[in-house]
Nanobody, 119 residues
Framework: QVQLVESGGGLVQAGGSLRLSCAVS????????MTWYRQVPGKQRELVAV???????NYADSVNGRFTISRDNAKRMLYLQMNSLKPEDTAVYYC?????????????WGQGTQVTVSS
């Protein structure tokens, strides 16, 4: 069974920093891409940052310049370094991965980790 487990969320003051982690376990042939999303209750899930198999990244305009997505394939870990946090960054952050499992590609979600930014 493939599992993604997020950690690192918490309460932080505006202007502070957090580093989220996503641990991947299970039988995976290769990683196609990994993505951080976030969601506020009652609102649509929002893409935050993406990293593809070649290491290229893309960010939402709202976090560009403040957040950094990175990956350690050997450790099977995904990270999101969040700096200069704002109250509007408050959300549940989810890790998503698209992986090759044998001859097929599958999309997996973690359980999410809560980030709360106080003003």
């Amino acid at each position: 069974q493939v599992q993604l487990v997020e950690s690192g969320g918490g309460l932080v003051q505006a202007g502070g920093s957090l580093r989220l982690s996503c641990a991947v376990s299970g039988s995976i042939v290769s990683i196609i891409s990994m993505t951080w999303y976030r969601q506020v209750p009652g609102k649509q899930r929002e893409l935050v940052a993406v990293i593809n198999s070649g290491g290229s990244t893309n960010y939402a305009d709202s976090v560009n310049g403040r957040f950094t997505i990175s990956r350690d394939n050997a450790k099977r870990m995904l990270y999101l370094q969040m700096n200069s946090l704002k109250p509007e960054d408050t959300a549940v952050y989810y890790c998503n991965g698209v992986f090759m499992l044998s001859a097929i590609a599958l999309n997996y979600w973690g359980q999410g980790t809560q980030v709360t930014v106080s003003s």
